[in-house]
């Protein structure tokens, strides 16, 4: 077609748009995405879950081309560091450039960290190493008690943050940043089971993190002293119908709210259908991380998307499982 050609335009199909949610708040009535009316008997019912209050979003560990690090082994004490070449790929101005090279640090600064870009259904394919000038114990920050060389470093890094900073940033020090809302140190990043989820997307991944692991901010997560509980709620947050919620509900990249608007109940272990999910996503855990085993083990750089391909077919019997249960578990 070109530009001055006459065109007739007819009318395939018409369909009216209704806001999936409408609320009334002080005298003002508020409405959310508008959506077909097929769309609208898809919804699941909308009601604060018991979790809602309970999920936080992880810490912000940026910039990420100053702490997010490749280790190399040097002695009991002390490891060799090199910035992160993944960090890289999606690095805007100023955080672009490698800072440092075969840096000394102590091995006690050296963290584990699960980001959303290696979460899958039921697992994690990869894990990162960050250095922070903290604790292990309870991740306190004293910058007095650092061994000499992470206190080098972090006076290092410290000073490229406050050089590079846009001016508008209030933050006094790269460690305030990396605290923002002290959403890093915290005791549920100590936790030794956490259940997470991602903060964008079109599908909604969980899996249960246990061990020493921080938390980023592009995931959500629930710290538990229940590994029971941490199986349920992963169970319910993986099921096919919460991620046709969010397809249906999302108007951004970001997701943060919409899974806990679903009224996900308070795990009761002696609640039968609990106790399923529990199982399942025990189950369902077991599989995924076999898989992803196997998946990874010959190819390091498989894309996410085949891996989460491959555990959709692997675990399709187990999650139309766990969809039914929770369907039934919604009812009043």
Sequence with gaps: MNYFDNIHLEIQKTEILIPYSIEKKAGKIYTKKLITKELHKE??????????????????????????????????????????????????????????????????????????????KFGVFDYYQVFLPLSKIDLNFNYNSLSKFSKDFYDKINEIYLNLKKETTNNLSLMDNLNRWAKLINKRQLSQIKVVYNNSGSNLNSAIIQGDYIITGDLSFYDTKSLEEAYYLSAILNSPLMTKQIQIKKSSRHIFKIPLEIPIKKYNSNKDEHEKLVVLGKKCHQKAQAKIKEITQNNRNISKVKIQNNLYKNLKQELAQIDKIFLHELRP
């Design 43 to 120: 919804l699941l019912p909308t009601r604060a879950s018991f979790y809602k209050e309970l999920f936080h979003k992880g810490a912000d560990l940026n910039p990420r081309n100053l702490i997010f690090v490749k280790v190399t082994e040097m002695n009991d004490s002390l490891v060799l560091i090199n910035p992160d070449e993944r960090i890289f790929k999606k690095a805007k101005d100023p955080w672009t450039k490698k800072e440092f090279k075969d840096q000394k640090v102590h091995r006690e600064n050296i963290f584990n960290v699960i980001k959303s870009t290696e979460l899958v």
